[in-house]
């Protein structure tokens, strides 16, 4: 079946502008995660979803980052007046998210995000 | 920030040896995770450990696990060429950080023809 898709593959912004990256999880994958890797900090956890719900969203970097689930599939990660340092591949993925059990994550292959 | 080291941070070795990458951790997981990424993109998942299993085998791999040194290696056997990448270790301290993986630095692979 189809893996974890990402929108758009390269995204080129101007400082100051929003953009939004979207993710489509594999499908009957209740939990959704995202994570940003750059050279200076690696990969980082951003946000987790269950369902449509966001229990963790301790690492967002700050409130210009945001993020929606909706209808427990598409989930859209909004990063408002982009700086430069927000530059980084940013990865999506997904998991059947067995209650209680440990549970593979599933990757996409990431949007590459350059803000000028 | 990171919650594991993974050594060595660069490994170049010949087709047909074999390619030892360690990983350490800092706090008590739920399992622990190893990944490959090709060229800076998506991440491959390669196999799982769980807290309470201290050694695990798919195909070509073998990874163990002491918590006791919260330490884990990842063992590639008769590489191929098509091994370069860099693999990455990652914890899950499940809890109420279930699902929320760690990375380590990750360790830059190349396998020569």
């Known amino acids: 079946g189809a893996g974890v898709s990402q929108s758009p593959s390269n995204k080129v912004t101007e400082k100051g502008k929003d953009v939004e990256l979207r993710c489509d999880p594999i499908?009957?994958?209740?939990?959704l995660y995202w994570y940003r890797q750059s050279l200076g900090q690696g990969l980082e956890f951003l946000i987790y979803f269950q369902g449509n719900s966001a229990p963790d969203k301790s690492g967002l970097p700050s409130d210009r980052f945001s993020a929606e689930r909706t209808g427990g599939s598409v989930s859209t990660l909004t990063i408002q007046r982009t700086q430069q340092e927000d530059s980084a591949v940013y990865l999506c993925a997904s998991s059947l998210a067995i209650a209680g059990g440990t549970d593979t994550q599933y990757f996409g292959p990431g949007t590459r995000l350059t803000v000028l | 920030s990171q919650q594991g080291e993974e050594d060595p941070q660069a490994l170049s070795i010949q087709e047909g040896e074999n390619a030892t990458m360690n990983c350490s951790y800092k706090?008590?997981?739920?399992?622990l995770q190893w990944y490959r990424q090709n060229s800076g993109r998506g991440l491959v998942h390669l196999i799982l450990i769980r807290s309470n299993e201290r050694e695990k085998h798919s195909g070509r791999l073998r990874v163990t696990l002491d918590t006791s040194k919260k330490s884990s290696s990842l063992l590639i056997t008769a590489s191929r060429a098509a091994d370069t990448a860099s693999y990455f270790c990652a914890t899950d301290a499940g809890g109420t950080s279930y699902g929320k993986l760690t990375f380590g630095q990750g360790t830059i692979l190349t396998v020569h023809p």
């Open positions: 706090t008590s997981i739920n399992n």
């Open positions: 499908s009957g994958h209740t939990a």
